[in-house]
């Protein structure tokens, strides 16, 4: 146990003395915070798509189906502008747009007089949540166009074939009922509305979202396990400097074992962990304002889960018959791991099969663990299943890893 503590000492001090390695690992996390607190800032993200809008018919009615995707919160989202349809056809195409919507000639009349007729509206597949948006709302206003053709049909269908033959204005009795049929309609459903006959009470539990509108704090927890990514990376590849520098030759005129020697790296590793987890939590918390529920559960799942991808990157490293082959090795392994577990971008943003993937590698389902504990939501039971299955692989690795370094010693 005495010589664990010595080797875990002797590369600190390795650590420590070339500082420019160590700055660049731990300050990994650190310098990301920076970088998205200056890019999003601590406020949510609102999604602004472009929406083209082709009214081929000109009327007052078409005009009024533009503007409402111009009203209230689906303004702020939708920025509306009018088109030719053939050249929104072609934007499209191009991408230039989230969706494109096209009011055929004849709408209004169509309308007024209840007959059936179809808005044209042409989405752009490069775009998953804007275009849908759009869709629904779209749907909605056929609805209520629907409802009221079945409310007031009669009334429409008048104003659509105009005053009477020689007439230029209708008749006052025409408009007399025509403003009566429109009051009785407002009458009865203010009866509906004011008071509502339906009263809706609502009990809001307090359960805390994984999923923040801060969109730095969501891509945070995948960043820090990229870190630790490359940092067990890194750390690995010390294996082949301890060779190369003749300590494990000069181990074996030694009454040690090499497995206390391989436990003092992993206690060195795991003091490193440690402090880039308690560094890196602590600047999210105070600069991008982002939930820290268990800081020490969390500081210590990233210690232990660090470890785990460490053993495993140095069973890669100590797989290779070379330095440079065991580089490679690691980078082949390392980058799409970086990709799939949710370090590029959050697994919201994926599509779905390939989040399914990525919340299965190793550094994808720490990632998970690591939001869930962030934000409250870890579950005893399947807290402690997470602890145990990285204790396990970490179990699993640490003979495997020492076998192989019996053999770079032996060689």
């Known amino acids: 146990m005495r010589f664990t503590w010595i080797c875990a000492v002797k590369d600190l001090r390795r650590l420590w003395r070339d500082p420019a390695a160590l700055i660049v690992w731990v300050g990994m996390p650190l310098l990301a915070a920076v970088l998205m ?20 018919d000109g009327t007052l009615v078409s005009s009024l189906v533009a503007g409402a995707f111009s009203q209230g919160e689906l303004g702020k989202m939708l920025v509306v502008e009018k088109v030719p349809s053939a050249e929104g056809r072609a934007r499209i195409q191009r991408g230039d747009g989230s969706a494109l919507l096209v009011i055929p000639k004849g709408f209004a009349k169509a309308f007024l007089a209840s007959q059936a007729f179809q808005l044209k509206l042409v989405k752009n597949p490069a775009q998953r949540i804007l275009p849908e948006i759009v869709e629904e ?20 269908k008048m104003f659509a074939e105009g005053p009477p033959k020689g007439a230029t204005t209708f008749p006052d009795e025409t408009i007399i009922a025509t403003s009566v049929a ?41 960043m820090l396990f990229m870190a630790i990514l490359f940092l067990a990376l890194g750390l690995s590849a010390d294996v082949w400097k301890e060779r190369e520098q003749g300590t494990l030759r000069r181990l074996g005129g030694t009454p040690v074992r090499l497995s206390a020697f391989l436990a003092g790296k992993v206690v060195a590793v795991a003091l490193v962990f ?66 799939l577990g949710g370090s590029f971008m959050p697994f919201e943003a994926m599509p779905d099969w390939l989040a399914a993937i990525g919340r ?43 076998a192989r370094l019996r053999r770079a010693f032996a060689a």
Do not use: C
């Open 37 to 56: 607190y200056v890019v999003f800032g601590t406020g949510g993200v609102t999604p602004r798509g472009h929406l083209l809008v082709a009214d081929e």
């Open 137 to 156: 709302v779209a749907s909605v206003l056929a609805d209520g166009g629907s409802y009221l053709q079945a409310l007031l049909g009669d009334q429409l």
């Open 182 to 222: 429109f009051n009785r309609l407002g009458a009865k459903l203010a009866s509906y509305l004011d008071p509502p006959v339906i009263e809706l009470k609502s009990e809001v539990i307090q359960e805390k979202s994984l999923t923040r509108a801060n969109f730095a704090a969501a891509m945070y927890p995948g």
């Open 274 to 339: 440690a402090a880039v987890g308690v560094l890196s939590l602590a600047l999210a918390h105070w600069l991008l304002k982002m939930e820290v529920a268990n800081l020490w559960v969390a500081v210590l799942w990233m210690t232990l889960s660090g470890v785990a991808l460490l053993l495993m990157m140095m069973l890669l490293q100590l797989l290779a018959s070379s330095q440079r082959a065991a580089h490679l090795l690691a980078f082949l392994v390392v980058f799409p791991l970086a990709m």
């Open 360 to 402: 299965f590698t190793p550094n994808g389902f720490a990632t998970m663990q690591l939001r869930l504990m962030l934000a409250g939501q870890a579950q005893p039971g399947p807290l402690a299943a997470a602890f145990a299955g990285a204790a396990l692989a970490a179990a699993v690795m640490f003979p495997l890893a020492l």
